[in-house]
């Protein structure tokens, strides 16, 4: 597939909440021991329960938070440890999709000005260019005629246009990476599907990488090449996006699987595997693997005593789990 474009190596970010008795400290393990490649022009998905790290690890990647261990390689560079003045060029090579549009974009700037802002930063000085590029960045969002929407303000827009205006602002530059973190969970079912198509047109088009962050397993096999499953800030499977779906190994995979909802009222009666309970408390999670409280598969012994590798049990198939070791 080429040389990756993003290396992530063995990614953690731990969160300090408090201080207890004789100066201990506590930390939220929020990624704990990533790794990942993502090739240029590539779409990945990472896939998970909400609150098992996915976003931290999405603005991790993008060094919106400092690692607190692993590596990160971007286009052959370590940007792991990089202050905020030496990341300004990684800040154009790369761009965020939020979950929530409206909350995304500034209430009291209109949309010329909230696409104008990112030319700015990085020193586009004229302003008949600032201009023509953001009227392409409309143009390729699919809001035209551009007079129509450049003037407005965020409330003045549905969801969908919110959040069409949050994609152009994070590809006015043209970077070589998006992180898409949960792009359509808040918009209507009608419109999801559009927004997943405009963002793969312009991955096509212009070469783009995307991660594309999301709890729903159903969405994935429209977007993305490879998956990545995580499961209480660890990766548990990831394989391409055919191979998992129809031969998912992890039993966390497979409960995924069996949430999404089936079409056939035929089979509306079939009880479907789904393990009960929470994800665990990543500020003290269970010991051995971290599935085991809630896996169908349990080992007494094993799988609550002794943390799995993640193997390749396949050509590019790699599962985090006892059954396979």
């Not at 052959?76 to 990341?87: F, V, Y």
């Not at 808040?186 to 559009?194: F, G, K, Q, T």
């Not at 500020?283 to 896996?295: D, E, K, Q, S």
Request: proline share 7%.
């Amino acid at each position: 597939m080429g040389a990756p474009l993003l290396l992530v190596e063995n990614l953690r970010k731990y969160f300090e909440i408090k201080r207890v008795f004789l100066g201990k400290k506590t930390y939220l393990r929020a990624v704990d021991g990533v790794s990942l490649s993502l090739v240029r022009g590539e779409a990945i998905s990472i896939v998970g329960e909400s609150g098992c790290g996915k976003t931290t690890l999405g603005k991790t990647i993008l060094r919106l938070y400092k690692p607190t261990d692993g590596r990160i390689i971007f286009d052959g560079r370590d940007i792991t440890h990089l202050g905020w003045k030496d990341l300004k060029w990684y800040r154009r090579e790369t761009g965020l999709v939020q979950q929530d549009p409206f909350g995304a974009l500034p209430p009291f700037m209109t949309v010329k000005r909230i696409l104008e802002e990112p030319l700015v930063i990085n020193g586009v000085k004229n302003r008949r260019e600032r201009e023509e590029k953001i009227y392409k960045a409309l143009e390729r969002v699919k809001l035209t005629p551009v007079e129509d929407f450049i003037n407005k303000y965020p409330h003045m827009l549905s969801g969908g246009q919110q959040q069409r205006v949050v994609i152009a602002r994070a590809t006015i530059l043209e970077p070589k990476m998006i992180v898409a973190d949960e792009p359509i969970s808040m918009l209507d079912a009608s419109v999801r599907i559009e927004i997943l198509k405009l963002l793969q047109e312009l991955q096509q088009k212009y070469n783009q990488s995307i991660i594309y962050i999301t709890h729903d397993l159903s969405t994935t096999k429209y977007f993305s090449e490879r998956i990545y499953i995580m499961y209480a800030a660890q990766i548990v499977e990831s394989a391409s996006t055919s191979d998992l779906l129809q031969n998912p190994m992890h039993p966390y995979t497979r409960a995924l699987l069996n949430v999404i909802p089936d079409p056939d009222p035929g089979n509306r009666f079939i009880i479907r595997n789904v393990p009960a309970g929470e994800p665990p408390n990543l500020m003290n999670p269970p010991p051995g693997c971290r599935f085991h409280p809630r896996c169908p598969n349990f080992i007494k012994g094993v799988c609550d005593t002794r943390e799995p590798s993640i193997i390749e049990v396949a050509k590019g198939h790699y599962v985090k789990c006892w059954l396979y070791g």
